[in-house]
């Protein structure tokens, strides 16, 4: 296992959503992906009860017929006024900026999700929280989303880009079809391609200070 001189706190805030420096011409091998899955496995579970599977697509047809079912996903998303990462008004000209470079990340991803040599589909094994109570949902979605972002860490510890993009779960279905996930008992709750990234040099994101989001002791 090679992985990056990266102390926590590196990882922690360097680990971005990455799209236009996938490297699609290089290919990703098992073993680092069994590895990610890993460290993904040592993430808090519910119960002691782990729910979490990964679907982990390597086969082309397969990739690049995904990419098409999330571009068509994609489609409808730039319709979204105020939710299409574009129409979103961040209120300053700088940061306005900012949002149509992300923009063009999210189209340029768009473009080519298929053409990762992996996409990861994690998933809830074992039950489908579609129109569960708040504490059902999030219990469940509290088993995979750590460890899914605990893999994404990990993807990046050993130069590997990841992006968490929900938008296919619009034709879930479909998807699930493609890849003989059996629908009516597992839930899918994002997708991700995996490839080494072009550099390795990411840095933290601008984002407001902490005092923005904390509240202390009450609302």
Known sequence: MTTLPLSPDELLHTTRA????LDFTRPVPDESIRECVAAAMQAPSGSNVMTMQFVIV??????RAIGDIYRQCYDVYRS????????V?????????????VGDSADYLAD??????????????????????AMGAASAMANI???????????????????????????EQQVADLVGIPFESVQQV?????AYTIGTDFKPAA????ESIIHWDRW
């Open 80 to 87: 979204l006024d105020g939710l299409y990462v574009r129409s």
């Open 112 to 133: 080519h999700m298929g053409d990762a040599p992996v996409l990861v589909l994690p998933c809830i094994g074992g039950m489908r929280v579609d129109g569960a109570a």
């Open 58 to 63: 390597r086969d082309e047809a397969t990739r």
């Open 145 to 171: 989303l750590p460890a899914t972002w605990s893999f994404m860490l990990a993807a990046r510890a050993r130069g590997l880009g990841t992006a968490w993009t929900t938008l296919h779960l619009m034709m």
């Open 190 to 194: 994002c997708l991700s391609p995996l």
């Open 18 to 21: 990455v799209r236009k420096r």
């Open 89 to 101: 008004d961040k209120g300053s000209p700088e940061a306005n900026a900012q949002q149509q470079r």
């Open 207 to 210: 984002r407001p200070a902490p």
